[in-house]
């Protein structure tokens, strides 16, 4: 596990996504850099965070025209040498990456680039084996509403035994360095809570379950009720002890077995969020920067948090000062 000294005990608990946002208010504001920072959402989402003095700088890197049109069209105000003009996704993508190296950039926000060809670019500036998509919500339905991570809907593909410890402990600096749970509890997703052979997810999550964990409590498989819901749990009347007992109905984390699962789940619940019944925000962790994926779908609250979120990532998960790793 990667610990830079800040542990959760020393901080505040998170007790709502929306408490993300009165943190980041706090802390010092960031510089975002937007590959693809053609698109008037994203740039009425900077301004946003701008007006609650999250974000200071914008830097907008892509097609120069489209940019400015779309900069005067919601009436941002941008320095000439914040618009980094490129010729194609590959360079806005690469100009991106030199950004961030230079120590110029706080923050990636994905605009109107192809996710894969900016992934691709993203590796170069990775700290960590494994790169993955933490999102945190609150969905008044699930677990009371109170706050939970679920990893990872929208970047990790192949999920063999040591990706998966790599979405874990990812998560689990989330837990501790920014939600201030100090040994969070990690339910390991599956269909089924027994082992079942043609079924290899619960048998790998039985074998993560099994490896030493020193900040968190591991456990798994579990079905999603017996993740979260402590009622369900004692309707099961299943005998549990140990990790186990102290994992099941009260899981902080939800690791899915496939990045189909966690994006079922992660769907199912912005359509919560929709109805006003729950809240959003995800970063993605394991590169130099925090780097926020966003959906077309996602609110405007969703998109302010995960700004939020990543800003208080930059201040307490210190991953700035990691030396990126050699792909």
């Not at 301004?47 to 999250?54: L, Q, T």
């Not at 097609?63 to 806005?92: F, H, K, M, Q, Y």
């Not at 990893?151 to 360095?177: F, K, Q, W, Y």
């Amino acid at each position: 596990m990667h610990d830079a000294g800040l542990a959760g005990q020393d901080l505040p608990r998170i007790e709502a996504v929306s408490d993300l946002v009165l943190i980041a208010v706090g802390l010092r504001p960031r510089t975002v850099i937007i590959p693809g920072g053609d698109r008037e959402d994203e740039l009425r989402l900077v301004e946003s965070a701008r007006d609650h003095g999250i974000v200071e700088r914008c830097i907008l890197v892509g097609d120069g025209a489209n940019t400015r049109r779309a900069a005067a069209s919601v009436g941002i105000a941008l320095a000439d040498d914040d618009i980094v003009a490129t010729a194609g996704p590959e360079e806005t993508a690469a100009r991106t990456i030199e950004y961030v190296q230079r120590g110029e950039a706080d923050i990636i926000l994905k605009g109107n680039i192809s996710t894969p060809i900016l992934n691709r670019a993203v590796l170069k500036i990775a700290v960590r084996k494994t790169i993955s998509l933490v999102t945190m919500f609150d969905a008044t339905p699930i677990a009371g509403g109170r706050p939970m991570l679920l990893t990872d809907p929208g970047v990790t593909t192949v999920c063999n035994a040591d990706r998966m410890a790599g979405l874990i402990e990812n998560a689990v600096e989330v837990a501790r360095r920014i939600m201030g749970i100090s040994r969070p509890r990690v339910a390991l997703l599956s269909a089924n809570e027994k082992i079942i052979e043609s079924l290899p997810s619960t048998g790998m999550a039985k074998a993560l379950s099994e490896r030493p964990w020193e900040n968190a409590v591991v456990y798994g498989p579990l079905s999603f009720d017996l993740a979260v819901s402590e009622e369900s749990v004692r309707l099961k009347d299943t005998a549990l002890e140990g990790a186990a007992a102290e994992v099941a109905g009260r899981a902080d984390i939800l690791v899915c077995p496939g990045l189909d699962s966690a994006n079922i789940l992660y769907k199912v619940i912005m359509e919560i969020v929709k109805f006003g019944l729950g809240t959003f925000a995800g970063i993605t962790v394991g590169v130099q920067v925090p780097y926020v994926i966003l959906s077309r779908a996602d609110s405007v609250e969703t998109r302010l948090q995960s700004i939020a979120l990543c800003s208080i990532a930059r201040e307490r998960m210190d991953t700035g000062r990691q030396t990126p790793r050699t792909m």
